[in-house]
């Protein structure tokens, strides 16, 4: 586990091949729970959306980038059946209403697709040993969620099954209780996974990086709150460095490195602390990932040559920051590349040259403007750096989503018992199902609850909305998730309407129309050029290169486009003079820039540099600000 961009990925696979290597005749699957895969570039080895076979020298090692849509919905295909009949069992609802919005895609399909492929994997009893290459912190944390959430929807799925044994006890007579095996099978489902869980040994990897360690231990805080709390058994200290070479950029990057291993060691006492250094190179393919984890798992020097390629020098020109001209802008890329920074950048230099109220919030489930702002940031927007008209929030998910299920649960009580018609109708099953349903945190609550703030934050047309959105996968599942919501609001309205004689089918008629209608209206919004923008934020760095180029992809997919692109981090010659390591990062650096510029001529390419320290408070955000350079 670890905040994105931190090196998860590299070290689930060291760790994995290192795992299949020792262990030859004992078959390994490295699994990847992230919607944004990248094992295939770090494996240097095509992958499809099935388990393959890894190339190793010797040792027995399975890679697998779950496809998660097609994962869920073949799990529900299989099972489509069992859940039909107990729905329509349960409640008011017929299979005609129910069967449409079961085939229909829904937020949250990663972190079930990743439950079902963990159950897959160890039921199959093939594996000596699973290594699972996480999601980002956030979406981490709301896979470990997910047993006690599905355990939630078999309590309501029993309670539907039980529906006409309740009734007949509720007024008098006998019904034999509904049969459904699936649900035990289901039960043991959750059951065995969470064990896993439980049972797992959890790595923790971070880097020396502020933002990286505060988010680590918040993570690990949140772990110890669950109801079964969950520690860290080994933390990696990644991209270490020890020594400067008198090089001005390691210097800091020691002195942060020191630091972070006495606050790791303080922090998480009599945990395993294992030490990963930056070699100034992307750690790629089977020979390097062995040496690099006997390197970490070892201590052994590290026996491999990283390849430096060649490349033009990087043609830059200064710029100045854009100034936000459209209601809303979006900052999206992979995990770790900065998009919090330059999200609170573009803000800061908004609110400063064009004097409009400016408004931030961050939708990504592990936030970190607070660290940015040095401040307390909540999901109530606040004023920051001491200027009334510039806010920030952090959307709280859960909160947003208990509110809301008080409030339905108010009109659902005063709904379901009452006169229909002159007819007394007593509805008290259907309140308590209602009620068990509206008990589980659906996963996806953070993309769909996304949607609607951003509708809300959106109603003075005078202010600029900046969201900082979350990583790569979850960010293109919120994005994709209006059309998801369209697709719902028709499907629901058309099956309320066979119950328009009931007040609280009407009532949620209402409501529903209304989403439906606001959703349309972001839809056309974020299609609009002239009111909304998307800026795409990236190192300048081989893996996070191949990921960026799949994001611009899957926006164009769906109707989307960043017209901007913020290549972060950028070394310049005068920085690296010194340093071996520093000049093996700046030709990596140039020759992904150098693809960029041909793979994006039509776009504004603008270049970040390096800064020595991290930006946090006001005078380091002007700072940063200050300088900004155009790529060509």
Same mark, same amino acid.
């Given at each position: 586990?670890?905040?994105?961009?931190?090196?998860?990925?590299?070290?689930?696979?060291?760790?994995?091949?290192?795992?299949?290597?020792?262990?030859?005749?004992?078959?390994?699957?490295?699994?990847?729970?992230?919607?944004?895969?990248?094992?295939?570039?770090?494996?240097?080895?095509?992958?499809?959306?099935?388990?393959?076979?890894?190339?190793?020298?010797?040792?027995?090692?399975?890679?697998?980038?779950?496809?998660?849509?097609?994962?869920?919905?073949?799990?529900?295909?299989?099972?489509?059946?069992?859940?039909?009949?107990?729905?329509?069992?349960?409640?008011?609802?017929?299979?005609?209403?129910?069967?449409?919005?079961?085939?229909?895609?829904?937020?949250?399909?990663?972190?079930?697709?990743?439950?079902?492929?963990?159950?897959?994997?160890?039921?199959?009893?093939?594996?000596?040993?699973?290594?699972?290459?996480?999601?980002?912190?956030?979406?981490?944390?709301?896979?470990?969620?997910?047993?006690?959430?599905?355990?939630?929807?078999?309590?309501?799925?029993?309670?539907?099954?039980?529906?006409?044994?309740?009734?007949?006890?509720?007024?008098?007579?006998?019904?034999?209780?509904?049969?459904?095996?699936?649900?035990?099978?289901?039960?043991?489902?959750?059951?065995?996974?969470?064990?896993?869980?439980?049972?797992?040994?959890?790595?923790?990897?971070?880097?020396?990086?502020?933002?990286?360690?505060?988010?680590?231990?918040?993570?690990?805080?949140?772990?110890?709150?669950?109801?079964?709390?969950?520690?860290?058994?080994?933390?990696?200290?990644?991209?270490?460095?020890?020594?400067?070479?008198?090089?001005?950029?390691?210097?800091?990057?020691?002195?942060?490195?020191?630091?972070?291993?006495?606050?790791?060691?303080?922090?998480?006492?009599?945990?395993?602390?294992?030490?990963?250094?930056?070699?100034?190179?992307?750690?790629?393919?089977?020979?390097?990932?062995?040496?690099?984890?006997?390197?970490?798992?070892?201590?052994?020097?590290?026996?491999?040559?990283?390849?430096?390629?060649?490349?033009?020098?990087?043609?830059?020109?200064?710029?100045?920051?854009?100034?936000?001209?459209?209601?809303?802008?979006?900052?999206?890329?992979?995990?770790?590349?900065?998009?919090?920074?330059?999200?609170?950048?573009?803000?800061?230099?908004?609110?400063?040259?064009?004097?409009?109220?400016?408004?931030?919030?961050?939708?990504?489930?592990?936030?970190?403007?607070?660290?940015?702002?040095?401040?307390?940031?909540?999901?109530?927007?606040?004023?920051?750096?001491?200027?009334?008209?510039?806010?920030?929030?952090?959307?709280?998910?859960?909160?947003?989503?208990?509110?809301?299920?008080?409030?339905?649960?108010?009109?659902?009580?005063?709904?379901?018992?009452?006169?229909?018609?002159?007819?007394?109708?007593?509805?008290?099953?259907?309140?308590?199902?209602?009620?068990?349903?509206?008990?589980?945190?659906?996963?996806?609550?953070?993309?769909?609850?996304?949607?609607?703030?951003?509708?809300?934050?959106?109603?003075?047309?005078?202010?600029?909305? @900046?969201?900082?959105? *979350?990583? +790569?996968?979850?960010?293109?599942?919120?994005? !994709? #998730?209006? %059309?998801?919501?369209? $697709?719902? /609001?028709?499907?629901?309205?058309?099956?309320?309407?066979?119950?328009?004689?009931?007040?609280?089918?009407?009532?949620?008629?209402?409501?529903?129309?209304?989403?439906?209608?606001?959703?349309?209206?972001?839809?056309?919004?974020?299609?609009?050029?002239?009111?909304?923008?998307?800026?795409?934020?990236?190192?300048?760095?081989?893996?996070?290169?191949?990921?960026?180029?799949?994001?611009?992809?899957?926006?164009?997919?769906?109707?989307?486009?960043?017209?901007?692109?913020?290549?972060?981090? @950028?070394?310049?010659? *005068?920085? +690296?003079?010194?340093?071996?390591?520093?000049? !093996? #990062?700046? %030709?990596?650096?140039? $020759?992904? /820039?150098?693809?960029?510029?041909?793979?994006?001529?039509?776009?504004?390419?603008?270049?970040?540099?390096?800064?020595?320290?991290?930006?946090?408070?006001?005078?380091?955000?002007?700072?940063?600000?200050?300088?900004?350079?155009?790529?060509?």
């Amino acid at each position: 586990m670890g905040k994105g961009g931190v090196g998860k990925t590299t070290v689930s696979t060291a760790y994995a091949v290192r795992c299949a290597m020792e262990n030859r005749t004992q078959p390994v699957l490295l699994l990847s729970t992230d919607p944004a895969h990248s094992l295939a570039d770090v494996l240097d080895q095509s992958l499809g959306e099935n388990p393959v076979k890894v190339h190793l020298p010797r040792g027995k090692l399975t890679a697998w980038q779950v496809n998660a849509e097609k994962r869920f919905h073949s799990f529900l295909n299989r099972h489509k059946e069992n859940l039909l009949a107990i729905l329509e069992n349960g409640s008011i609802f017929s299979r005609e209403d129910i069967e449409p919005l079961m085939d229909t895609a829904v937020p949250g399909m990663a972190e079930m697709a990743a439950l079902l492929a963990l159950d897959d994997a160890l039921s199959s009893g093939r594996y000596h040993q699973i290594v699972v290459d996480t999601a980002p912190f956030g979406h981490t944390l709301r896979l470990f969620e997910l047993p006690e959430h599905f355990q939630r929807f078999l309590n309501f799925l029993d309670l539907a099954a039980s529906r006409d044994q309740i009734l007949a006890q509720h007024f008098g007579g006998n019904a034999k209780p509904a049969s459904f095996p699936i649900l035990e099978q289901w039960s043991q489902m959750v059951s065995g996974v969470r064990d896993a869980l439980r049972g797992a040994e959890m790595f923790l990897v971070t880097t020396s990086e502020k933002f990286s360690l505060n988010e680590s231990l918040r993570c690990r805080d949140v772990l110890g709150q669950q109801s079964t709390p969950l520690k860290f058994s080994s933390v990696v200290l990644n991209r270490a460095i020890d020594s400067s070479a008198g090089c001005s950029v390691c210097r800091n990057r020691v002195a942060a490195t020191r630091a972070a291993r006495v606050l790791l060691k303080r922090e998480f006492p009599g945990t395993d602390l294992y030490v990963g250094e930056d070699f100034g190179a992307p750690v790629v393919g089977i020979t390097g990932l062995a040496a690099f984890a006997a390197h970490i798992f070892d201590s052994k020097p590290m026996k491999w040559t990283p390849r430096t390629p060649k490349a033009p020098e990087m043609r830059l020109f200064d710029s100045k920051w854009p100034v936000l001209k459209t209601p809303l802008t979006m900052v999206v890329g992979k995990g770790g590349v900065g998009k919090t920074t330059i999200s609170a950048a573009l803000s800061f230099n908004t609110r400063a040259k064009s004097k409009l109220p400016v408004e931030i919030c961050s939708v990504d489930p592990a936030p970190s403007l607070d660290d940015i702002f040095q401040a307390d940031i909540t999901d109530e927007a606040r004023p920051v750096l001491s200027d009334s008209e510039f806010l920030a929030s952090e959307m709280d998910s859960v909160h947003l989503f208990r509110q809301w299920v008080a409030e339905v649960k108010q009109t659902i009580d005063q709904a379901t018992t009452g006169n229909v018609s002159g007819i007394h109708v007593d509805l008290s099953f259907e309140r308590r199902l209602f009620s068990e349903l509206l008990e589980i945190v659906p996963p996806g609550v953070d993309e769909v609850l996304a949607i609607v703030h951003i509708l809300d934050l959106l109603g003075d047309s005078s202010k600029r909305v @900046v969201i900082d959105m *979350a990583p +790569t996968g979850h960010a293109l599942d919120l994005l !994709r #998730t209006p %059309q998801r919501i369209l $697709a719902w /609001t028709r499907l629901l309205l058309k099956t309320l309407a066979a119950h328009r004689t009931l007040d609280f089918a009407r009532d949620a008629g209402v409501k529903v129309a209304e989403l439906g209608q606001r959703v349309r209206e972001l839809l056309d919004l974020l299609k609009d050029p002239e009111r909304s923008c998307i800026y795409t934020v990236m190192l300048p760095e081989p893996l996070p290169d191949r990921e960026t180029e799949r994001l611009m992809h899957d926006l164009g997919e769906l109707g989307l486009s960043s017209n901007s692109l913020f290549i972060n981090r @950028v070394l310049f010659a *005068a920085d +690296t003079e010194k340093c071996q390591r520093c000049r !093996r #990062t700046r %030709q990596w650096q140039m $020759a992904t /820039t150098a693809k960029l510029s041909r793979r994006y001529s039509n776009k504004t390419i603008y270049a970040v540099r390096n800064f020595p320290a991290e930006i946090a408070g006001k005078r380091a955000l002007r700072s940063f600000t200050g300088e900004l350079w155009r790529a060509r």
